[in-house]
């Protein structure tokens, strides 16, 4: 094992037979692959070891992120990918059954609605929503937050795929996330959205279930302390926490395993 894994008590992966991986910093940084990722995936195929890539992605489908992969060498395919987009419209009709819901999102968000059932209806008949469904919007505007505030004043519900505040880009900058909309949203309708994306478990009893394997086997491989460690813990996972920049002095939730490259993560199975 390299000295740049650090491992607390307890920290080794024997018995785990399944690694949720984060894409965004993890897998791919932008248009680009994160160094060592392609290495640490070819080693997991060669110890037999089941990964399902876990994103909190709000705009693209499984297949949009499956050609990405593809585009940087890797292989997949719809079933290897878990995202909000993806199973947002299952959540909604699990709730209330099939519903007319107001899209605050991209198009790709408002097709995953109608593929589950639901009726997706124009904003300026917010009012026959019984439910807002919202992702990351580049065109949210001050309509869109009026048409979505009154869509849950005329008692509908309210559904987010994530609660990101900011998303990382190339360049070491960022851009807002998800969690300034729904609390734009959250403020002036007077509802609180229910989350599908992490922390929160439900991203993770599908990821779970889609691998076949109970949670003690998985591990949760992320580079977000709040989202993807927290959410691991809650889901009983063993969390990986990828930091290379350097280990962080307290981690807070403390993960099972830090890492500063990513296949130093082969040696602890």
Known sequence: MSDRAVVPAGGRLEGVRGLLLDLDGCVWRGS????????????????????LFLSNNSTEAEGTIVERLRGLGIPATPEDVVSP???IGAFVRERQGPARVLVVGTEELAESMRAAGHTVVPHDRCRDAQAVVLGRDEHFTFQTLTAAARALAARGRFYTCNLDVRLPVEGGDFIPGVAPLAEAIATAGGVCPAVVGKPEPHLFRVALARLGLPSARVAMLGDSLATDIAGGRRAGLRTIFFAPAGPPANPDPAPDVILTRLPDLLALF
């Open 32 to 51: 680009e692959l994160v160094p060592g990722a392609l290495e640490l995936l070819e080693g997991l195929a060669a110890r037999g070891i089941r990964r």
């Open 85 to 87: 987009l993806g199973i």
